[in-house]
């Protein structure tokens, strides 16, 4: 991926097996997560993407991670990169090295003529991924429903969600993401690993993949595919699910007041209530 100078002495480049322990530190240091989730992801994710590093002295200070897909780009599939767990050492932030390193993939990513898309955590972030010359793309918001009862001449279902099921469920809208089967299988594991839920529910004619976690009650829906037309399948879900409320996470549009930034791009395609799946949150 090349190397890049700043004003400190410090270099980005790719990752190599000798750095695993130090990146799962810097992991674990940024996002506070469970040790095992970390070494999950070391496990069975890491070899199939991209990580870079910012490293000093040969000590690696931050790392990212490029995980490979395909964005909807008009009536094409483009190229992609999701750009994932950008962090920094705590001892070294304030520095400019998450500038650096997102420097570096853009301009990786300009030289492969791909995309890149990441999904910032808070407001703070998409102000500082657009300094970086990313652009909110895509939006959310969360409705909240209490459960409906399901008709009782529908038929209804659940069993466990497959890679297979997902992607032949998935949208293929402009803006949307499309995954490998074998990035779906990792996506759908963690989910379940991390205490969550991956299912299918069959409703009548209709069949949704579901993705999300329950807590004192209520189930969070991160990702629902096909979107739905509607809420009431959503209040119906969560009585399938034996679940109280339902807080679901939909696409929105942009000029929506209730909305978020869920997806950031780095060529400024803003896309009309697209969904963006399978992103590991």
Known sequence: MGQNRSMIDFEITQASASDKDTLKQIWLDSFGDDPDYVNF??????????????????????????????????????????????GVSPVHRGRGIGAAMMKQILDFAKREDAICFLSPASEKLVTYYSRLGMQPSHFAKNLSLKKTPIPKDTAASLSDLTAEDYRALQSTAAGSVR????SIRYALAEARLSGGRAVKCKMGADTFGVIGYEKDGTFFLKEIVPAPKGTAILSRIAFLLGTKVIVA?????????????????????????????????
Do not use: S
């Open 41 to 86: 992801f070391f496990e069975n994710k890491l070899p199939y993407c991209k990580a870079i590093t910012a490293r000093m002295g040969g000590t690696p200070l931050g790392a990212a991670y490029l995980l490979p897909a395909e964005m909807r780009d008009g009536e094409r599939w483009h190229k992609a990169y999701y750009v994932y767990a950008v």
């Open 179 to 182: 995954w490998d089967i074998q």
């Open 249 to 281: 996470r939909i696409p929105a549009d942009a000029d929506d007041p209730e909305g978020f930034v869920l997806g950031m791009t780095n060529n400024a395609q803003k896309t009309t209530g697209a969904p963006l799946g399978l992103l590991l949150d």
